[in-house]
């Protein structure tokens, strides 16, 4: 096992190192100018000895591949360069508005998996009757409707006709159930889809032939055999579903003015500063594949013949 996850954990380097060279890219080869940008963040007149020293300042007369060697230098010393509107220390900005989003994407996770896992067990278990197919209507809804426009569809119902939850901020509990519920809402609708497929699937296994024919009791056949085995598949989509909700989480926050990450970059992204987008980005890629590395490890813990397999290997 230790050996399983040494290795999952020698993959993340190069990954980081890949994001870390097309964000680079990316950003320089855009379109527009970054030294103006710059001049234009700083309420500087962009005369042309003003573009000079700028370009000079943040280094962009230099080589591409000297750009990026300066930059990923500092950067693995945890310094992520200012912020052009602020002057403020981008890696320190971003670890600042980060709770925030780990609180929403938490939140939606948790709805995710308390609602998909009841849901889509029981319309495995009464499968063509009318928990299955209302369950199935949901699932078609949820996984056919943006996350944006259920939330002006909640922030109408909840706040505007029956003033019964705040529309935007952040604040308790109630100012997070919108946000988390709309977010929230297409991982739980694949979710459902997803178990009922694999259950229904594993119904017909020859393990659980077995089980029945050893006399084990229909409860210990469900939930012992049927419901354990599609368990597997179901914990790698959640690796799926932390890049969809963290993805997802950007517009969400632009919606309720949700004091998130993902609002942050996004203001970033009108203002065109560059520093931050590059660590946001390489932030955020961080956080989804150790998601994803966690996801691994219990999918090995949950599947033996993975651990194993990764043993031997």
Known sequence: ??????????????????????????????????????????????????????????????????????WAGRALRGDFGLSWVTGQPVLGEILYYLPATLKLTGMSLLL????????????????????????????????????FWFAYILIFIFS????????????????????????????????????????????HARSVLYARARGLSERRVIWGH???????????????????????????EMVFAWPGVGRYAVMAIFNRDFPILQCFLLVMTAIFVLCNLLVDILYAWIDPRIRLQGDRT
């Open 160 to 203: 505007v006709t029956l003033n019964l939850l705040p529309p935007m901020g952040m604040g308790g509990f109630a100012h997070i159930i919108m946000p988390a519920t709309s977010l929230a809402l297409m991982s739980t609708a694949i979710n459902i889809r997803f178990l009922r497929a694999n259950m229904l699937e594993n119904m």
């Open 226 to 252: 049927v419901f354990r085995n599609s368990l597997v598949p179901v914990v790698t989509s959640i690796g799926m579903h932390l890049g969809e909700l963290i993805g997802g989480a950007v517009v969400v």
């Open 1 to 70: 096992m230790l050996r399983y996850i040494a290795r999952r954990i020698g993959i993340l380097i190069p990954i980081l190192f890949l994001v870390s060279v097309l964000v680079f890219l990316m950003l320089r080869l855009a379109k527009g100018d970054p030294a103006m940008a710059y001049l234009r963040l700083s309420n500087i007149p962009p005369t042309a000895d003003a573009l000079e020293e700028a370009t000079r300042m943040l280094g962009l007369d230099l080589p591409l591949w000297e750009q990026y060697l300066r």
């Open 112 to 147: 995710t998996l308390v609602f998909s896992i009841p849901l889509g067990v029981l319309a495995a278990l009464r499968r063509d009757g009318w928990a299955d197919h209302l369950t199935r209507a949901f699932a078609f809804m949820g996984v056919s409707m943006p996350s």
